[in-house]
């Protein structure tokens, strides 16, 4: 819930800019459209990527989120 919070936060905020494909991932990876949060597999289906490529692709968007979180501190 708190995670969530922060996540539609940051990506509201435009802090920084997440391509369309990052902010697809997790927006439906935690649920921040406020609809069931969706497994790995199930996104992959939908981007006809495996679920590796999901994940890969979430990593990098929650690390585009912590860049400026980082440089703050």
Known sequence: MQLRFH???LINH???NLN???LYVLTRRFGLDR??????RVIGEQLGLSREGV???QQKALAKLNEPIADAV
């Not at 609809?35 to 790995?40: D, I, S, T, Y």
């Open 35 to 40: 609809e069931e949060e969706q497994p790995l």
């Open 20 to 22: 369309t494909r990052e």
């Open 55 to 57: 994940r890969r692709i």
């Open 7 to 9: 996540l539609r936060a």
């Open 14 to 16: 435009g802090l920084p």
